[in-house]
């Protein structure tokens, strides 16, 4: 069993719905917990960064993350057809130098 | 300030060629990655360096070798290519003193074919 697991999708939605995009998790000592998004062709780029339960919120996007259940969650709220890209999921421990990558959700918004 | 840069781009070898992929960063940072990303697997790291001087393996280091040349510079040698070699690889570096939680940043990638 992988230490992070992510739905690689296709995910497809019409422009303005909100995007949920998830990860689970089984290594309980993961504390902190990134969103990348990759445009096609291009290389990750950091998105949202928690470290806490609960919600944290940046605009259109709110990550959430649930230790009690190993579960993070990316919320996309109106959606653009900008925001069509792969979202990764990463996370990592306390004191640790290596991030654990989920392999990716392909995203697409349909305008 | 360009970030992370990485050559070649685009790189096609036959089973058995070696080449060595280039990365530099302009950041000042401390820590430098080297990953691979196949479908359906992610983005894997394949050997990191926490400093200059300092390499480590990562999930996937068989049939690589690295060089941490100097602050700047982190380079990927294959010495004998694979087809299982063919993938993206990404280099990323990070400059906190938490270098696990602070912000990787990406160079574009190089495709390699290995035929």
């Known amino acids: 069993q992988k230490e992070v697991e992510q739905d690689p999708g296709p995910l497809s939605v019409p422009e303005g719905a909100i995007v949920s995009l998830n990860c689970t998790y089984s290594n309980s000592a993961f504390q902190y917990f990134m969103w990348y998004r990759q445009y096609s062709r291009k290389g990750p780029e950091l998105l949202m960064y928690t470290y806490s339960s609960g919600n944290k919120e940046d605009g259109r996007f709110t990550a959430q993350v649930d230790k009690s259940s190993k579960y993070i969650s990316l919320f996309i709220r109106d959606s653009q057809p900008s925001d069509s890209a792969t979202y990764l999921c990463?996370?990592?421990?306390?004191?640790?130098?290596?991030?654990?990558f989920g392999t990716g959700t392909r995203l697409t918004i349909i305008p | 300030n360009a970030g992370v840069t990485q050559t070649p781009k685009f790189q096609v070898l036959k089973t058995g060629q070696s080449m060595t992929l280039q990365c530099a960063q302009d950041?000042?940072?401390?820590?430098m990655y080297w990953y691979r990303q196949d479908p359906g697997m992610g983005l894997r790291l394949i050997y990191y360096s926490a400093s200059e001087g300092t390499t480590d393996k990562g999930e996937v280091p068989n049939g690589y070798n690295v060089s941490r040349l100097n602050k700047r510079e982190f380079s990927l040698r294959l010495e004998s290519a694979a087809p299982s070699q063919t993938s993206v690889y990404f280099c990323a570096s990070t400059g906190g003193a938490q270098a696990g939680t602070d912000t990787q940043y990406f160079g574009p990638g190089t495709r390699l074919t290995v035929l």
């Open positions: 950041m000042n940072h401390n820590s």
């Open positions: 990463a996370m990592v421990s306390f004191g640790n130098e290596k991030l654990t």
